[in-house]
């Protein structure tokens, strides 16, 4: 396995627990935590997954196609078919699609997917330099 693919691997293994935890957190802003900063999470997340399987795919475009489904799926939250009803009443159906559509959601997707971005940059530019 190559160094950048072991970097995500060890950011997924940092930031899966964050982003589940933040779907449990008990505390101050728990409402906000819950509902709006578990989307940062989220789109890190995808980013750091489609940039292991991706692995010559620019991170931008990555951030940006992540970025573009998960609004998407957003919208989606609007249509409320029997057979998505079904998925969405398991937790990860509620985790991966949502439940609700929330407008205010799209700045933290936007704030993640630019995280995710330079998560991934900074892993390429580190594997970069160690190869060279």
């Not at 293994?13 to 509902?35: C, H, L, M, N």
């Amino acid at each position: 396995m190559n160094r950048q693919r072991l970097l995500i691997i060890l950011s997924l293994i940092v930031i899966t627990p964050i982003g589940f935890y933040s779907k449990f957190y008990e505390g101050p802003a728990q409402t906000w935590v819950r509902d709006s900063l578990g989307g940062l999470f989220y789109e890190i997340f995808w980013c750091l997954v489609f940039g292991f399987i991706l692995i010559k795919v620019k991170p931008i475009r990555i951030a940006l196609w992540v970025f573009i489904i998960t609004c998407a799926l957003e919208f989606l939250q609007l249509w409320h078919p029997p057979f998505l009803e079904y998925f969405r009443s398991t937790f990860i159906g509620r985790t991966i699609l949502g439940s609700s559509f929330n407008l205010v959601d799209f700045p933290y997707y936007l704030m993640g997917s630019a995280f995710g971005y330079f998560w991934l940059y900074g892993i390429r530019k580190l594997t970069q330099v160690e190869t060279h």
